[in-house]
């Protein structure tokens, strides 16, 4: 007897394959005197809302946390009363040597820029603390249940890597304004406070919704596409649009003050 086929994944329109490849492509190094981080062994509740994506550098798609060297957040219990785009935002110290460039008032502005509905299983964004252990997988950001948790970057806007970029990762850079650089055996990716707020907030912040908003998908290939297509659909595209529609407008500005 032929076995029945899987049910295909649920996703949003194919995206551009540079594009699908982007987040889980551009690794964060690991610090350069720490090891790699350990293989999970605690696990936690099966439960859809327990979801962990930890971001950018490693994520996980399972209700597999990770072992001693990746200490799971604080987790937030959702409220039974919240209304529908009501969330919280919990800010922590960014800790020794990193900084967070985006603020409260940063993520709500943001985020007020999506349909309502979109908030609704939201409950928490916390700015959180880069600690010596999370050092060792650092990450851009994760999700949690209902939770999103943002990490602070090098308080000198100089990430460092151990291998050169990929191509997907230059394409990564040039979407946001970053720019690479050898530096002897190491790569160097610089950012400015401009470019790395407009990647949190654009990218970041924008693909961990995703992973909220999708509670049918359960494979990590499949969850992680479906909040890569998320993040370049509702953070990157529509963030480009209103650049554009503001640079049309001040170049517009500008050639009527030349005639008068």
Not at 27 to 47: H, V
Not at 55 to 74: F, N, V
Not at 147 to 160: D, F, G, Q
Not at 205 to 232: C, M, P, Q, T
Request: hydrophobic share 35%.
């Amino acid at each position: 007897m032929e076995s029945e086929a899987a049910p295909a994944p649920v996703l949003g329109p194919r995206p551009i394959p540079a594009l699908a490849s982007l987040r889980s492509i551009m690794s964060r190094r690991y610090d350069l005197s720490l090891k790699g981080p350990a293989p999970a062994t605690n696990a936690a509740a099966r439960d859809h809302r327990r979801f962990v994506s930890m971001g950018k550098r490693a994520r996980i798609s399972s209700a597999t946390l990770r072992g001693p060297y990746m200490p799971p957040e604080t987790w937030y219990e959702p409220s039974e009363t919240k209304a529908r785009s009501e969330y919280k935002v919990i800010s922590r110290r960014a800790g020794r040597g990193y900084k967070h460039f985006v603020n409260e008032e940063d993520v709500r502005s943001r985020l007020a820029q999506l349909p309502a509905w979109m908030l609704s299983e939201l409950h928490v964004v916390q700015l959180s603390t880069m600690t010596r252990k999370k050092r060792v997988s650092p990450c851009y950001g994760m999700q949690w249940g209902n939770a999103i948790y943002l990490y602070p970057i090098e308080e000198s806007l100089v990430e460092t890597f151990v291998q050169p970029p990929k191509p997907a990762q230059r394409i990564e850079a040039m979407m946001y304004g970053a720019t690479w650089e050898q530096d002897g055996e190491h790569w160097k990716l610089h950012w400015t406070e401009t470019t790395i707020r407009d990647f949190y907030l654009n990218n970041v912040l924008i693909h961990e919704l995703g992973h909220i908003l999708d509670n049918r998908n359960r494979s990590y290939k499949d969850r992680e596409r479906f909040a890569e297509w998320f993040a370049v659909e509702y953070g990157y595209k529509p963030s480009r649009r209103t650049q554009l529609a503001e640079q049309a407008v001040a170049k517009y500005v500008v050639r009527r003050h030349h005639r008068t």
